[in-house]
């Protein structure tokens, strides 16, 4: 693939140039700060797991864990998209708050 000279000059851009979002970039942004909201709430609820002592009377093994921890990362996608928890709209403010994004 090759760069034309347009594209070359605007590789070397100084870093602290800000760059013009693209359509594209802020709707990326808000799912990037939705996901980064997701990831949290599991890694929340894979904590408070842990403190749950279990009885020994039914051991599923690995399967189990495995199983369960697919379904406490859906609890934490569902908690993400129907709990108004604000994180995920704090960062986007917070990241977009100049209308450009970094290079």
Same mark, same amino acid.
């Given at each position: 693939? @090759?760069?034309?000279?347009? +594209?070359?000059? @605007? ?11 693209? &359509?594209? !970039?802020?709707? &990326?942004?808000? *799912? ?6 997701? =990831?949290?709430? @599991? ?8 403190? =749950? ?6 051991? #599923?093994?690995?399967?189990?864990? =495995?199983? @369960? !921890?697919?379904?406490? *990362? $859906?609890? &934490?996608? $569902? /908690? ?5 928890? #604000?994180?995920?709209? /704090?960062?986007?403010? +917070?990241?977009?708050? $100049?209308?450009?994004?970094? =290079?």
């Amino acid at each position: 693939m @090759e760069l034309n000279t347009l +594209q070359m000059m @605007e590789s070397y851009r100084p870093l602290n140039t800000p760059k013009a979002p693209k &359509a594209g !970039d802020q709707q &990326a942004l808000k *799912e990037a700060c939705k996901e980064f909201e997701t =990831i949290l709430l @599991e890694q929340m609820l894979n904590s408070m797991r842990k403190t =749950i002592n279990k009885s020994g009377l039914m051991q #599923g093994g690995m399967a189990e864990d =495995i199983f @369960e !921890d697919m379904l406490y *990362e $859906k609890y &934490a996608r $569902k /908690m993400s998209d129907s709990a108004n928890l #604000g994180l995920a709209d /704090m960062l986007y403010r +917070q990241l977009s708050q $100049k209308h450009t994004l970094p =290079i």
